[in-house]
C-alpha cells in the first residue's frame, strides 16, 4: 500500500519561509515523478511544483523563484521550500505520485500565511 504523509505546515508570517515535507512509503521511491499541490479554500486543486526521478523540476508561475522542490531518495522524502511567502499561498498542501497508473495522495498539511 502507497502511503504519503505530509509535515511541516503552519503559521507564518508574510515574508516568512515553511520547509513542507513528505514521505512515501509502500513503494521504490527513486522511480516516480512527485508532486505538491494546494487546495484553497473555496478554489481548486492546483499544481505547485513537481519533480521527475531523473530530478527534472516544473513550477507554477506562482511561485517560481520563492518556491523549491527537491527529493532525497535514500529518505524517500519529497520537499518543498517555500520562501517569500504571501497571504494568498495559504492552502491545505498535498503530495502526490503516480504508480502503476494510480495516483496517491497524503491527507495534506496546512499552511496559513497571515500577520
Known amino acids: 500500500q502507497v502511503q504519503l504523509v505530509e509535515s511541516g505546515g503552519g503559521l507564518v508570517q508574510p515574508g516568512g519561509s515553511l520547509r513542507l515535507s513528505c514521505v512515501v512509503s509502500?513503494?521504490?521511491?527513486?522511480?516516480?515523478?512527485m508532486g505538491w499541490y494546494r487546495q484553497a479554500p473555496g478554489k481548486q486543486r492546483e499544481l505547485v511544483a513537481s519533480i521527475t526521478s531523473e530530478r527534472r523540476t516544473n513550477y507554477a508561475d506562482s511561485v517560481k523563484g520563492r518556491f523549491t522542490i527537491s527529493r532525497d531518495n535514500a529518505k524517500s522524502t519529497v520537499y518543498l521550500r517555500m520562501n517569500s511567502l504571501k497571504p494568498e499561498d495559504t492552502a491545505v498542501y498535498y503530495c502526490?505520485?503516480?504508480?502503476?497508473?494510480?495516483?496517491?495522495w497524503g491527507k495534506g498539511t496546512l499552511v496559513t500565511v497571515s500577520s
Open positions: 509502500g513503494t521504490i521511491f527513486s522511480l516516480y515523478a
Open positions: 502526490n505520485t503516480g504508480v502503476n497508473n494510480m495516483a496517491y
